[in-house]
């Protein structure tokens, strides 16, 4: 991966890198990226800040979605696809119902036309802090809750804005809003790594809505700078959040067109065919033009095979470990490979693992 990662930077792409288990820093200073520990709230991506999610998206001149897409995107608008995708952003976080995640919508709909934000905004022309903060949006709905009339007709109930109110403290005003409630404070850099070591021994909802956050990111900057390359190491660790691994899968085919890509790297296949997940996982391996399969371990030959669509000639050249040896698969064509980092791009690497 780290080798990857150099080849690419090499040839002038940007990179933004998913770190799970603190192993790019070195690589990553010394190739004068920035290195960001999420976990420190150091720095900050607004949830509330407006992303791409896909080309074109303000107008609608994007390629037609299939039914199985995410309904983030399926919309038209910048802004109709960022306040969907938000639904899912607050459902990761907290088992909100239907009804009040529809309520929260309304909400971020008066919190936009507050700050003048609709599906015409120019979004090139604005700056981080022109777009409202979690605070905005806890303050928006409990002045809601305080004067709630009884006598007039809502859409929502006093319950369902207190319910929210509850459910978004934390974020927006609590323990966790260090990490959700600020402007974007990440300056765009040609080497992004985003260490998220200690997010990994956090509770699984804080977990899955910083990933939320993070992949937000990566798809503005794929879709929006382009000729970009967004790397995932370890991506096992991330099978938990379905939702997530749909908006990997959606976005790999996605990117192409602004000649960006995803780089994604995992140890042990059958984490990928359990039957819970075995549907959703299924295109990340359809999906890729390149791969690169080192010797699978201790596992069922079959599944290996079936899972990637193998002949039996080729398992048998990584059947067995060697340090190195890998069998690249690129449409038609088939090589054994004995990966080797040229001894100034080894120097790049650290002490950490991935070498």
């Not at 940007?14 to 999420?38: A, F, K, Q, R, V």
């Not at 909400?107 to 036309?113: H, I, R």
């Not at 038609?332 to 690497?349: D, G, H, T």
């Amino acid at each position: 991966m780290k080798l990857l990662l150099c080849n690419q930077r090499e040839s002038g792409k940007s990179i933004l890198c998913l770190d799970p288990e603190h192993e790019y820093e070195d690589l990553c200073n010394n190739l004068g990226g920035t290195y960001i520990d999420m976990m420190s709230g150091e720095f900050m991506i607004n949830p509330l800040e407006p992303k791409a999610w896909s080309e074109n998206s303000r107008f609608g001149n994007q390629e037609k979605e299939t039914d199985d897409s995410p309904e983030t995107f399926r919309k038209v608008t910048r802004l109709s696809q960022h306040i969907s995708y938000l639904k899912d952003f607050f459902r990761a976080y907290k088992d909100f119902s239907d009804a009040e995640v529809d309520t929260i919508e309304i909400m971020l709909m008066k919190l936009y036309a507050r700050f003048g934000i609709d599906d015409f905004t120019d979004f090139s022309t604005q700056k981080n802090e022109d777009y409202p903060i979690m605070s905005d949006l806890y303050e928006l709905i409990e002045k809601e809750f305080m004067a709630f009339d009884h006598e007039k007709k809502h859409l929502y109930t006093e319950e369902m804005l207190q319910n929210i109110c509850l459910g978004l403290h934390s974020m927006c005003k609590g323990a966790e809003s260090k990490y959700f409630n600020g402007c974007t404070n990440i300056k765009n850099g040609e080497f992004i790594c985003f260490g998220v070591k200690g997010l990994m021994d956090t509770n699984k909802r804080l977990k899955d809505t910083l990933l939320f956050n993070i992949l937000s990111y990566m798809s503005n900057q794929l879709l929006g700078c382009g000729n970009t390359v967004a790397a995932v190491d370890e991506l096992y660790l991330f099978l938990t959040n379905m939702t997530a691994i749909e908006y990997i899968r959606n976005g790999m085919k996605r990117v192409r067109k602004k000649e960006s890509s995803f780089i994604l790297a995992s140890q042990n296949i059958e984490d990928f065919l359990l039957p819970e997940i075995k549907e959703f996982t299924k295109p990340l391996f359809s999906i890729p033009a390149h791969h690169f399969l080192f010797n699978p371990g201790n596992i069922s030959p079959t599944a290996f095979i079936d899972t990637l669509q193998l002949e039996e000639s080729e398992y048998s050249l990584i059947k067995y470990p060697e340090r190195g040896t890998c069998l690249y698969r690129c449409g038609n064509e088939r090589y054994l490979l004995q990966v080797i980092a040229p001894a100034y791009k080894a120097a790049l690497f650290g002490s950490a693992g991935g070498r």
